[in-house]
């Protein structure tokens, strides 16, 4: 089953990455409403959070100390290097932190702000967290992008072919 979240984990990463590809650095930190995070407000938030739940998985609790939520939801305005180089981090403490783990482990405890859980339940939690951020994400770049934007799964119109090809 470890190998079988990694590869969701894999999945929205790489959705995230071909998404913010396609935006230019200016677009990274637009925000299409007043209410709404920019692209890189939401990787700043994201790789606070991994780096958060992730480090000493097993050992403390998931909601570090030292962990500033609210200043991750501040647009810091970081070049895209920078903001990528923060994205990594995040991923390599949450893949480094499933690679230690055996599916035995899915029912030990861990805690998340001092609450109890599996970490069956972890992990389902931050595919979901995660999951809800990839959506933003590509919503906001495909707004920004218009009509040059690739869909990251099966464009309109496209049903048939793919089910033709996959033998349907």
């Known amino acids: ?6 590869g969701q984990f894999q999945k929205t990463k790489s959705a995230c990455e071909r998404a913010m590809a396609q935006v230019s650095d200016a677009q990274l930190h637009q925000q299409i409403n007043p209410l709404q995070n920019s692209i890189a407000t939401i990787v700043q938030h994201l790789a606070g959070n991994m780096e958060s739940r992730w480090a000493d998985f097993l050992t403390t609790d998931g909601e570090k100390w030292g962990r500033d939520r609210d200043l991750e939801f501040a647009d810091r ?3 895209r290097v920078e903001l990528m180089a923060l994205w990594e981090r995040g991923w390599r403490c949450l893949f480094d932190a499933l690679a230690s783990l055996s599916d035995a482990d899915l029912s030990r405890t861990v805690t998340v702000r001092n609450q109890p859980i599996t970490v069956l339940q972890a992990i389902v939690r931050q595919i979901e967290h995660y999951g809800w951020h990839a ?3 590509a919503l906001i770049g495909k707004h920004l992008v218009g009509e040059r934007w690739n869909y990251l799964t099966i464009p309109p119109g496209g049903t048939a072919a793919l ?4 033998g349907v």
């Not at 089953?1 to 990694?6: L, Q």
């Not at 089910?163 to 996959?166: G, I, L, Q, T």
Request: proline share 6%.
């Open 163 to 166: 089910n033709k090809k996959m």
């Open 77 to 79: 305005q970081l070049p």
């Open 135 to 137: 959506g933003q994400i």
């Open 1 to 6: 089953m470890i190998a079988t979240f990694e």
